[in-house]
């Protein structure tokens, strides 16, 4: 079965840190783009941030940017969102996708995990 598992989210104080992970099975996705969206209730699906192929090529909203960093072990088929400095403002949840063009746009992704929640207080 091909999927993506979230984990990793929970609460955490204005200013903390937490590290998502997102675990792909099924197949190889060396070969894709593997993405970083987040959704806050009655908000639409942003997207946070982008890796394709090695740890070089990553892009960032620019919400997040120079406080979050993407990041992937191909040998463990295994992506990760590390995330510093949060803002009440990212409390949202947090879902990680596959896709196989190199875009912020969420539609670009076929495959979705279940979300994890993360929220920060302030």
């Known amino acids: 079965q091909v999927q993506l598992v979230e984990s990793g989210g929970g609460l955490v104080q204005a200013g903390g840190s937490l590290s998502l992970t997102c675990a792909a099975s099924?197949?190889?996705?060396?070969?894709?783009?593997m993405g970083w969206f987040r959704q806050a209730p009655g908000k639409e699906r942003d997207f946070v941030a982008r890796?394709?192929?090695?740890?070089?090529?990553?892009n960032y909203a620019d919400s997040v940017k120079g406080r979050f960093t993407i990041s992937r072990d191909a040998s463990k088929n295994t992506v990760y969102l590390q995330m510093n400095s949060l803002k009440p403002e990212d409390t949202a949840v947090y879902y990680c996708?596959?896709?196989?063009?190199?875009?912020?746009?969420?539609?670009?992704?076929?495959?979705w995990g279940q979300g994890t929640q993360v929220t920060v207080s302030s």
């Open positions: 099924g197949r190889d996705f060396g070969n894709s783009v």
């Open positions: 996708a596959a896709g196989l063009i190199d875009s912020p746009r969420h539609s670009m992704y076929a495959l």
């Open positions: 890796i394709r192929g090695s740890n070089e090529n990553t």
